[in-house]
């Protein structure tokens, strides 16, 4: 083998192995305190009571791994019907990234954005600020499968959510999102073929029915 064709073949085999900045440079155990002090401080915000619980752990410990671990995938989706706490673990999300940002864990820039799905598809009609979303390093889509699927733009239709996933998916780019969907029902609603690059690139994580929208904080 001559030298050019093994610069190639190392120079492939450094690109298999590199990790994906996103990844929290703390270790699983610390992303998880991180996570359950930024979900109670969250929680507390929205007037609600912590419901703590087996449940809940696992699904915090679930992301803890997903964040921190290079071999995990690269996002979420978070399943489960109203009320049961996926908004509130997105925000938290937001906020304990933001504080590992400023307390120098995570580089400045570091950070996660979060657009509710119907604002979403009818930001399509702005090429511009559509665009700069679907680029967006870490994007929180919150609420899928409540926007209208399709969209016209002067008679064009468009289909807003599935070209954003698919060139998210295309870029490696981490993506969390908030559904009510089941996850079986995720390829009914949009096609099999985004059902399962989710399946591929994020972490399914299905909550339980911890109704904190119904659970008000004692005074």
């Given amino acids: 083998m001559n030298a050019k064709l093994e610069d190639v073949l190392s120079r492939l085999e450094k690109s298999r192995t590199t990790t994906h900045p996103f990844k929290w440079n703390v270790t699983p155990q610390g992303a998880h305190i991180v996570l359950e002090r930024a979900y109670m401080c969250a929680v507390a915000r929205r007037g609600r009571l912590y419901i703590s619980g087996a449940q809940l752990d696992d699904i915090l410990a679930k992301m803890a791994q997903l964040l921190t671990n290079p071999g995990c995938k690269l996002g979420a989706v978070l399943c489960g019907t109203y009320g049961n706490g996926k908004t509130t673990l997105l925000y938290a999300l937001q906020n304990a990234i933001n504080c590992l940002s400023e307390a120098g864990v995570c580089p400045s820039n570091y950070g ?88 591929e690139t994020m972490e399914i994580i299905k909550f339980p029915d911890l109704a904190y929208r119904g659970s008000k904080k004692r005074e």
Avoid: W
């Fill in 112 to 199: 996660i954005q979060i657009v509710d799905a119907v604002e979403l598809a009818y930001l399509a009609k702005d090429f511009d600020k559509f665009r700069a979303k679907m680029m967006y390093p870490c994007l929180g889509i919150e609420d899928m499968g409540r926007e209208p699927q399709e969209i016209l733009d002067y008679g064009n239709r468009k289909s807003p959510i599935i070209e954003l996933l698919e060139y998210r998916y295309a870029h490696l780019l981490p993506t969390f999102i908030t559904t009510n969907l089941a996850p079986e029902d995720i390829g009914k609603e949009y096609d099999e073929r985004i059902a399962s690059r989710f399946r």
